[in-house]
């Protein structure tokens, strides 16, 4: 369940005591949940999706809401576009080069930022309060050096934020930077390298970090002796009492040279998945799941498109959550697609192909891809685009194509929005590196997407609905019919309490469906 699925939950079980009957919830496609004792599929139109639910209310008064991803972001009338700009920002600082986004906190990578007398690279936390985003604090590494390319990846969860220098050292070695936060400040924890590492190894061109594992993706790295051979590796690294150790170097069981095995990576849990990106087009690319047994990590499965060719950039990028992987393809069939695949056991199977419905030849779909729960975001940098797609059962479907505003004015198409992507929950994140600012060209930028948290409030005889402020232009309105596909405005108009617009209600009568509109 996302994370206004539990929200919700705590909001219901306040009346958990006085229950009776198990409430079915409904998620409508025009932003809209609620909740009646006795609700069955006849009594909701076709698009509506039925799911189950544990909660517990009165059930001559029960009325809650619930926001899911897939209902948050189909339509992009409810989502609230933030843009992100460093104010120190300069020319070509490619800011957006990198993104990730953990709950309320997002990280946006720099590669080429100044600090100091040196265009070293630098990353930006933001964090997010009453649906306002504020830099929290930009870091950069104390050892860094001009040409480190520090901000090329990062991630995060948490308190913890990786980024990685893929030229740092001598030649192109790599290091990977590991901070934390106690309160409100990042500290750097820990500098990583590799442990055998060698010239133009690259080590940090991909980091991902799941709990107290990191890995780090190393496309240039020494496979058996091999230096220079671009075969490449992965490295994982645990955390225990803060210290981070190298675990295990790993690589392809069919290694072999200029793949340059571990140019993307990702992990959930006891699950890794590494990709590569060929230096020749001769060769058909490849993803590769390693799951662990205790303190040892093992191959489980090479994985390759069903349908793929070469030169189609198969695992460019990848994401994972549990037992479902996306990898991308940017250049299949000239248009880029995404590949679903699903573990049943120990073996993964494609289970769809995703491509955009308005694909154009060379937009590069499948660049960049994130995942969280049933919802997944795929870039498209070549055209400027991102799709937010969702998952019901076993079918993903295209909800939303993202582009910015104001692309216009900052170089869009050309601006590579979608080169980076991130989501969490209900929020995304898309990064356009190659975005102006002002008179700074390829200065970059990030947008964040964010549908408006509504928040609810019941007791016997009131229900209480709010939302914060800074949302303009949402209207808060009510509905006794979802069939009829009327709405009214809801009366009286909302009181600002704080930060939030906040509604009081009488908790009476028919059922009513309320939803946010702008």
């Known amino acids: 369940m996302n994370e206004t699925g ?22 409508y496609q025009s932003k809209v949940v609620a ?3 006795s609700l069955t599929k006849t009594d909701l139109p076709p698009s509506i999706q039925l799911r189950k639910a544990a909660f517990r209310c009165s059930a001559k008064k029960a009325m809650l809401l619930l926001f899911s991803v897939a209902v948050l972001l189909a339509e992009g009338l409810t989502a609230q576009e933030t843009k992100l700009i460093a104010s120190d920002g300069g020319v070509s600082d490619q800011f957006g080069k990198s993104v990730a986004i953990s709950g309320n906190t997002a990280i946006v990578g720099a590669n080429q930022a100044t600090v100091g007398p040196n265009r070293q690279g630098a990353a930006y936390i933001y964090i997010q309060s009453g649906g306002t985003w504020t830099l929290q604090q930009k870091i950069s590494a104390a050892d860094g050096a001009l040409g480190d390319n520090f901000g090329w990846s990062v991630d ?26 106690t309160g409100t400040v990042w500290t750097m924890q820990q500098k990583i390298i590799a442990s055998d590492s060698t010239d133009l190894s690259w080590f940090g061109s991909a980091v991902a970090i799941s709990t107290n594992t990191i890995i780090v993706g ?3 790295a020494d496979v058996m002796g091999t230096q220079g051979a671009s075969k490449g590796a992965a490295y994982i690294y645990t955390r225990s009492t803060n210290i981070w150790t190298e675990a295990q170097k790993i690589f392809a069981s069919d ?53 793929g060719t070469i030169g189609d950039g198969f695992s460019w990028s990848l994401a994972i959550n549990g037992d479902t992987a996306i990898i991308g393809a940017l250049s299949a069939n000239n248009l880029g697609a995404a590949y679903v695949l699903t573990r049943s056991g120990t073996i993964w199977s494609e289970q769809q192909k995703l491509i955009p419905s308005d694909g154009a030849t060379n937009n590069g779909f499948g660049s960049s891809i994130s995942i969280s729960g049933n919802a997944a975001i795929i870039g498209a940098f070549a055209e400027g685009s991102a799709y937010i797609f969702m998952s019901t059962g076993t079918n993903w479907t295209q909800q939303q194509k993202l582009i910015p505003s104001d692309g216009a ?41 964010q549908p408006p948290s509504l928040s609810i409030g019941i007791t016997d ?31 009286p108009a909302p009181a600002v309490s704080g930060a939030n617009n906040v509604v009081t209600n009488a908790n009476t009568g028919p059922t009513l469906f309320y939803r946010l509109h702008k």
Do not use: C
């Open 6 to 27: 539990k929200q919700f939950t705590r909001a219901a079980s306040s009346t958990s005591g006085r229950a009776k009957n198990q409430i079915p919830i409904i998620s």
């Open 461 to 491: 005889m009131t229900v209480v609905l709010s939302w914060p402020t800074n949302f303009a232009g949402f209207t808060l309105e009510v509905s006794t019919n979802l069939n009829a596909n009327f709405w009214s405005v809801v009366s």
């Open 218 to 220: 190393s496309p240039g």
């Open 409 to 449: 004015t900052n170089g869009w198409p050309y601006d590579e929005f979608g080169n980076s992507v991130g989501i969490s929950g209900i929020t995304a994140i898309v990064g356009a590196l190659l975005a102006g600012v002002g008179n700074n060209m390829n200065q970059g930028v990030a947008y964040i997407f």
């Open 156 to 181: 995060i969860q948490g308190d913890t934020a990786v980024v990685g220098a893929r030229a740092a050292g001598n030649f192109g070695d790599g290091a990977v930077y590991v901070f934390t936060r």
């Open 255 to 307: 290694f072999a040279a200029s793949r340059r095995f571990g140019s993307s990576v990702a992990i959930s849990g006891s699950t890794i998945v590494v990709g590569e990106s060929p230096i020749s087009g001769a060769v058909l690319g490849a993803a590769y799941v390693f799951t662990s047994i205790g303190t040892t990590w093992t191959q489980q499965q090479e994985i390759t498109a069903s349908d």
């Open 35 to 37: 909740i009646k004792p």
